[in-house]
Nanobody
Framework: QVQLVESGGGLVQAGGSLRRSCTAS????????MSWYRQAPGKQREFVAK???????NDADSVKGRFTISRDNAKNTVYLQMNSLKPEDTAVYYC?????????WGQGTQVTVSS
């Protein structure tokens, strides 16, 4: 049974920082790519960042230079450090991975950035 348990998030003022964490079980974490997505009210879920098993990363243009994805294989955990937050970053954030071709999602956590 694959489980992705998220923590972090909350309310922050514009320009502030938050760190999201996502701890995985039921997968061989060190060989899995991990991703973060977000969904704002009334919008489709969108890609935020991805880190491969080898540590290579790519980010959405909207968060480049502000968000950093990282992983700790010893803790089966992926992180999303969010700096210089903007009101348009307000969304529910989800971590994601694949096992085979099956996607799995964390429970999602609200991040609200006030102006």
């Amino acid at each position: 049974q694959v489980q992705l348990v998220e923590s972090g998030g909350g309310l922050v003022q514009a320009g502030g920082s938050l760190r999201r964490s996502c701890t995985a079980s039921g997968i061989i974490f060190r060989i899995n790519a991990m991703s973060w997505y977000r969904q704002a009210p009334g919008k489709q879920r969108e890609f935020v960042a991805k880190i491969t098993s080898g540590g290579s990363t790519n980010d959405a243009d909207s968060v480049k230079g502000r968000f950093t994805i990282s992983r700790d294989n010893a803790k089966n955990t992926v992180y999303l450090q969010m700096n210089s937050l903007k009101p348009e970053d307000t969304a529910v954030y989800y971590c994601n991975t694949l096992k085979g071709w099956q996607p799995y999602w964390g429970q999602g956590t609200q991040v609200t950035v006030s102006s």
